[in-house]
Structure formats: C-alpha cells, structure tokens
C-alpha cells in the first residue's frame, strides 16, 4: 500500500511563502507522476500543480503559476510545494497525490487520474 503523507501547512500572512513536503512510502515512488491539489470549504478539489515521474516536466494551475513550484526527490521519495507570494485565496486543505500508472508520459489535473492521496494539510493565508 502506498502511502503519502503532508506537512508543512500553517498560518501565514499575505505575501509570505510556505514549503509544503509529502513524503511517500513504496519503492515505485520513482515511477509516479506527482500532483497537489487543495480544497476550501464549499469548494470542489481543484488542480494546483504536477511533476513528472522523472521530474522532467511540470504543470500549474493559472492561479498559481509564477509563484508556485513543484518539485521532487526522488531519492528521498519526498515531493515538494514552494508557495511564495502567498494570497488569501490560497487557503485551503493541500493534497498529495500520486498517479500510480508507472512512467506515465502526459501529466493530468483531474483529480481522477490520481490513485493515491495524502489526508492533506491545511494552509491559511491571512489578509
């Protein structure tokens, strides 16, 4: 069983940055493409961004392009969420998941490409 588990969530005000982690147990952690997604109250679960197994290629949502990145260790089987210039906007449960379909080529924002997923971690920006 594949398990991701968050961290990094907190409160912060407007303009500062957060660095979400999710550590991923299994060996095949390697072959997964990676994504984040968050949840606010009310809302449906929404695409933040994704990385290729390899980390050879990302994707962001338009909310949060230029100053979101994403990225990977494999070697740590860890992926990584750095949220600069942070918005109130932004709060939300943030979400790992993991795309259990090995090397996969095209990476997805639906949330119903994704297999596996974190409990999440709650992010709060406030105004």
């Known amino acids: 069983q594949v398990q991701l588990v968050e961290s990094g969530g907190g409160l912060v005000q407007a303009g500062g940055s957060l660095r979400l982690s999710c550590a991923a147990s299994?060996?095949?952690?390697?072959?997964?493409?990676m994504g984040w997604f968050r949840q606010a109250p009310g809302n449906e679960r929404e695409f933040v961004a994704a990385?290729?197994?390899?980390?050879?290629?990302?994707d962001y949502a338009d909310s949060v392009k230029g100053r979101f990145t994403i990225s990977r260790d494999n070697a740590k089987n860890t992926v990584y969420l750095q949220m600069n210039s942070l918005k109130p906007e932004d709060t939300a449960v943030y979400y790992c998941?993991?795309?259990?379909?090995?090397?996969?080529?095209?990476?997805?924002?639906?949330?119903?490409?994704?297999?596996?997923w974190g409990p999440g971690t709650q992010v709060t920006v406030s105004s």
């Open positions: 998941a993991a795309d259990r379909a090995r090397l996969r080529s095209v990476l997805t924002t639906a949330p119903g490409t994704y297999d596996y």
């Open positions: 299994g060996r095949t952690f390697s072959t997964y493409n």
């Open positions: 990385i290729r197994w390899n980390g050879g290629g990302t």
